[in-house]
């Protein structure tokens, strides 16, 4: 089973209020350098039952939390994997707001706390394929991006859902670099019913906590049968369009990411082949390559693409 239950998930163990009350919690109480679990007031339970090193319902081992929080991809704040981790901290995120407005019923700008109210927390264990060939096991804790969605009303013309995160240069360095030929903010897209589908969610937290600013506090897209870039980070604005969006990758190389960006080992990346992956951690001496599996495993998701053809809507 892939999905967990909500009923599977006591909600003593977590919910918005506690995930955001521990937050704060931190936020009032220690200094800005010092995240450590600790001194998050998460329920215990939580951690001491899972612990995140047993195998997953996925059937395959998870990846180390270390490992899942010091490896990213986050433009914003540099281009090297481990810049993320070195410089995501200097990002502001609390207050954070999220627009969503466009071809909806009910537009509304919404405080984080706002946003999730009413929403039950989900945690997902969901496979990360990164269009460059790596991957990770990763337990996100989140909810249907269709629960947000059911709360605007799209019309009945909205046909797309584009996503925007933070632009602010001065808060991140990557977006100052001569270097960067990225149009900032960072955009990406999906078709509505790719949203509406049940395994893409926006997550809020990782491995029983909050989400480290790396990996795309406070509120990122999660999509596990799309290459890695579709998972947009730090959201702050989510619009239903009529048209297909550009979206950051295919704006810069289009013959190399399209808009789909479909887990797919039968079409390679012009520059490499996407028939395998390696899970981390991996090494020279260990580099645990595996097949990729269509859609990255999530087979379920075929009906959204019948009579496509994926070789070329890539
Ligand atoms: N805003 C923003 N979102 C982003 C990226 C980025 O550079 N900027 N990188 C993407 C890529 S290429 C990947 S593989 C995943 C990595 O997510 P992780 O660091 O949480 O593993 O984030 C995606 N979301
Ligand atoms: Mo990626």
Redesign the pocket.
Known sequence: MLIKKPSDVRPSEITPREVYQSRRQFIAGAGAALASASALALPSAWLDERGYRADDPIGEAMTPEAD?KRY?????FGTDKSD?AAYAHEMTIDPWAVKVDGLVKNEKTFGIEDLLSGIDMEERIYR?R??EAWS?V?PWIGFPIKKLLDKVEPLGSAKYVAFE?LFRSSEMRGTRSLFSSIDWP?VEGLRLDEANHPLAILAIGMYGDVLPN???API?LVVPWKY??K????IVRIRLTDKEPPTTWNLLQPSEYGFYANVNPTVDHPRWSQASERRLPSSLFDPNRIATRMFNGYEEVAPLYAGMNLRRRY
């Open positions: 899942a990213n991809n986050f433009y914003e993320p990360l990164c269009v990770m990763i995160t960072y790396q990996n795309g990122r890695g870039f998972s947009i980070k730090s």
